[in-house]
């Protein structure tokens, strides 16, 4: 990766999250920035096309708006590319990576309900011939990846409550379109709600509601961290007995990016709790695992370290189809 330039670090540092709730927010960023609108806007078009963000919206937290998984396939090497094609056509699959592990092809889903995603699960099934395993979410410790870029690993703020009974079926197209992305034009809201048929101020009311009540987990620049220069990025797995105070410590913990409880398959995949270490080197990344490792909640915990090695799919979730 060529070295960032230093605006555009700053721009994705202070934005990925807390993204201005107002009918021209790129003019608010530039004036926070020091830069007028046009450029604003100029960088993160750039940004987008180098592949070095997936977008500017929100992220929605998991089985609120839809239902989502995990899933894992242990793909022999010489079918990699195949079985990678055949999970990437799935329009639901929105995240897709290659680990070094067995099972090494994992791969997020989601849809709109829980009917269309065992659909797509079995899908996927049938299509490659292989066993797959489904690791639905328990519950979240921390699933807010917009992490600083500059300096050394931090804490990632924790978990909070969602409100669930805030969520209205008006929303689904709503969260759906964010998920997808604002277009990068002065107005953005002004251009959803047009899109959507609604008066803008609702529109930003509303995700101001969304936010608040914790089914948008956050609205702002959507990273793409491996072409930011972080290639070590590992996924962790820990068997342990006392998954919620082992997990509320991994989130706590500067590096962790990401921690969570998923069900076991049993005599399969005995872990149960997983966290994300997203860093720039293998050493970096194995240094914050040392210290998670020296965790009172962890000691002598069995774990996997799988470090991701190709990305296939990055895209924002799927909430409804397509008309």
Not at 1 to 10: E, V
Not at 66 to 90: C, F, K, N, Q, Y
Request: charged fraction near 20%; hydrophobic fraction near 50%; charge should be neutral.
């Amino acid at each position: 990766m060529d070295r960032i330039d230093p605006t555009d670090l700053a721009l994705l540092d202070r934005f990925q999250r807390d993204f201005p709730l107002e009918a021209r927010p790129f003019a608010r960023i530039g004036t926070v920035l020091g830069l007028d609108e046009a450029e604003v806007i100029g960088r993160l078009a750039r940004m987008q096309a180098a592949g070095r963000i997936s977008r500017v919206g929100g992220t929605v937290r998991p089985n609120t708006a839809g239902a989502s998984t995990l899933a894992a396939l242990a793909v022999p090497e010489a079918r990699i590319d195949e079985v990678a094609a055949i999970v990437g056509a799935e329009p639901g699959v929105n995240h897709s990576y290659l680990r070094e592990a067995d099972w090494n092809l994992w791969f997020v889903a989601t849809a709109p309900d829980g009917a269309a995603l065992s659909a797509m699960l079995a899908r996927i099934e049938a299509a490659t011939g292989l066993r797959l395993l489904d690791l639905r979410l328990v519950r979240p410790f921390n699933i807010d990846l917009g992490f600083p870029l500059a300096g050394g690993p931090v804490a990632m703020p924790g978990g909070r409550q969602v409100e669930t009974a805030a969520l209205r079926p008006e929303d689904r197209p709503l969260l759906h379109a964010l998920s997808a992305g604002l277009e990068l034009v002065p107005q953005p809201y002004a251009a959803l709600a047009l899109k959507l048929g609604r008066e803008e101020g609702e529109v930003t009311a509303r995700i101001g509601d969304l936010l608040a009540a914790g089914i948008l987990t956050r609205l702002g620049v959507i990273v793409r961290h491996r072409a930011l220069g972080y290639t070590a990025n590992a996924m962790v797995v820990w068997d342990v007995a006392q998954t919620e105070a082992a997990g509320r410590a991994l989130a706590a913990l500067p590096g962790v990016t990401l921690a969570y409880e998923r069900v076991a398959v049993p005599g399969v995949w005995p872990y149960r709790l997983y966290c994300m270490i997203h860093a720039r080197s293998r050493s970096e990344a194995l240094a914050v695992l040392e210290t998670a490792r020296a965790l009172p909640e962890l000691a002598g915990a069995d774990h996997r370290v799988l470090f991701s090695t190709r990305c296939f799919k990055q895209s924002g979730a799927r909430l409804q189809e397509a008309a």
